[in-house]
């Protein structure tokens, strides 16, 4: 499973308490962080889901590089 360090969040709580304050909306460093707690998890199961699917994997595996089809080359 992907794993996001906080350290390594591109949003910080205080940025989206900022950005949330722009539209109207008040919230507290507490809601801010949770909030982008269940955001960054989401992405990352979202994230995981597709690297997970057998469709995904399938079509990653006809397509090359240069995006034309290779046809199934399965033996």
């Known amino acids: 499973m992907i794993k996001i360090h906080p350290e390594r969040r ?11 304050k722009r539209y109207g909306r008040k919230v507290s460093l507490k809601e ?3 909030m982008l707690d269940f955001m960054y998890n989401f992405a990352i199961l979202s ?3 597709v690297i997970n699917d057998e469709r995904m994997k399938e079509l990653w595996q006809k397509e090359s590089p240069s995006g ?4 199934a080359e399965k033996p």
């Open 32 to 34: 801010a962080r949770l």
């Open 68 to 71: 034309k089809d290779q046809g």
């Open 47 to 49: 994230l995981n889901q």
């Open 10 to 20: 591109n949003i910080t709580p205080e940025k989206a308490v900022r950005i949330l």
